[in-house]
């Protein structure tokens, strides 16, 4: 059992660059979410779904989107990196009693 | 909207002690959950201990256990018989339940040394 498989561990990035983070989770889960975490800040919550096809905002949604085709996949996509997107990501799922997250993304944009 | 507070940017303790950590939340949610995540320098996110705002039993788990109390928002973890490998930074965060269960709203962290 994998549980959340996040990709990839690290990436470096110029500015206006476009990635996608990716997110899979085999536990069948209907809740995941990105977070960013930054020093002194904990994390923050980008972006939420509560199942394939419904997506919302978190606390920091500007400068990314997210979709959810399925229940395995929430892939968070940067359209134009941005220096204050330097960050370290974490996508989690959620399947009622605890949240698992993924190992993170630590994203340099220069 | 949720907030929850660390007021303790950096705790230390020594091998075998014990050490609070301590956590403030602020939420107009009558059933929501609470939580204690541990990130060590490997960065992964590792649940400590789980607590429910309906149940008035603080929750344990072997050496970890929380002082909840409701009426003051206030939600401390208390680390009994420290060990080396619990030096690493610690979380408290809350979920609101209802419709916005899942989305969790963290603390800044609390970095606990433990010295040998």
């Known amino acids: 059992n994998a549980g959340v498989t996040q990709t990839p561990k690290f990436q470096v990035l110029k500015t206006g660059q476009s990635m996608t983070l990716q997110c899979a989770q085999d536990?069948?889960?209907?809740?995941m979410s990105w977070y960013r975490q930054d020093p002194g800040m904990g994390l923050r919550l980008i972006h939420y779904?509560?199942?394939?096809?419904?997506?919302d905002q978190g606390e920091v949604p500007n400068g990314y989107n997210v979709s959810r085709s399925t229940t395995e996949d929430f892939p968070l996509r940067l359209l134009s990196a941005a220096p204050s997107q330097t960050s370290v990501y974490f996508c989690?799922?959620?399947?009622?009693?605890?949240?698992?997250f993924g190992q993170g993304t630590r994203l340099t944009v220069v | 909207a949720q907030t929850v507070t660390q007021s303790q940017p950096e705790m230390s303790v020594q091998e075998a002690e014990t050490v609070t950590l301590s956590c403030t939340y602020d939420?107009?949610?009558?059933?929501?959950?609470l939580f204690w995540y541990k990130q060590p320098p490997s960065r992964q996110m590792i649940l400590v201990i789980r607590?429910?705002?309906?149940?008035?039993q603080n929750a344990t788990e072997n050496r970890f256990s929380v002082n909840f109390q409701k009426a003051a928002k206030s939600f401390s973890l208390k680390i009994s018989d420290s060990q080396l490998g619990d030096a690493a930074m610690y979380f408290c965060?809350?979920?609101?339940?209802?419709?916005?269960?899942?989305?969790?709203?963290f603390g800044q962290g609390t970095i606990l040394t433990v010295h040998p």
């Open positions: 989690a799922s959620n399947g009622g009693t605890e949240a698992f």
């Open positions: 536990m069948n889960h209907e809740y």
């Open positions: 779904s509560v199942g394939a096809g419904i997506t």
């Open positions: 939420t107009s949610e009558s059933d929501y959950y």
């Open positions: 607590q429910e705002a309906y149940k008035q």
């Open positions: 965060a809350s979920d609101a339940g209802g419709t916005s269960y899942g989305k969790l709203t």
